[in-house]
């Protein structure tokens, strides 16, 4: 089953996608909508265009694990994404994720332009492929 993964941010969304197996994250694209109705449709588009089994949404809880505005703000979009489809939905802890892709981007050499336009997608992936191994999106 293949899993869709999101890093939801204020002006950009970043989109991961699992192999049909589970088991590998890859960045996929980034999303820029200008509300989560906009956001929502196009996250739909993905679901089906991918045959996503499951949706996981990285949560920005604060560093002290508390629910600061951007995590209520994602909060909200989850409830409205869920209201839209059967495809389950799930919320996972992404503290740190755009610090990780970060890092990783530059340690693989990636060009500062290019890693800034990418960012939100490989977080999302850090986020996906820590899910998936952590035993999420296996049937």
Same mark, same amino acid.
């Given at each position: 089953m293949r899993v869709l993964a999101l890093d939801v941010g204020d002006r950009r969304t970043g989109v991961a $996608? #699992? /192999?049909?197996?589970?088991? @590998?994250? &890859?960045? !996929? &694209?980034? @999303?820029?909508?200008? /509300?989560?109705?906009?956001?929502? &449709?196009?996250?739909?588009? !993905? @679901? %089906? %265009?991918?045959?996503?089994?499951?949706?996981?949404?990285?949560?920005? !809880? &604060? $560093?002290?694990?508390?629910?600061? #505005?951007?995590?209520?703000?994602?909060?909200?979009?989850?409830?409205? $994404?869920? #209201?839209q489809t059967d495809v389950p939905i799930k919320t996972v802890d992404e503290r740190l994720s755009t610090v990780e892709a970060t890092r990783r981007m530059r340690e693989a050499g990636g060009r500062r332009k290019r890693a800034r336009e990418g960012i939100d997608a490989a977080a999302a992936a850090v986020v996906l492929q820590a899910y998936l191994d952590s035993g999420g999106g296996r049937d």
């Open positions: $996608l #699992s /192999d049909a197996m589970g088991m @590998i994250a &890859t960045p !996929l &694209t980034t @999303i820029q909508a200008g /509300d989560e109705y906009e956001l929502a &449709t196009a996250v739909m588009a !993905l @679901i %089906e %265009e991918h045959g996503a089994g499951e949706v996981v949404v990285g949560m920005p !809880l &604060t $560093l002290a694990g508390e629910m600061g #505005s951007q995590a209520k703000r994602t909060g909200h979009f989850v409830r409205h $994404l869920r #209201s």
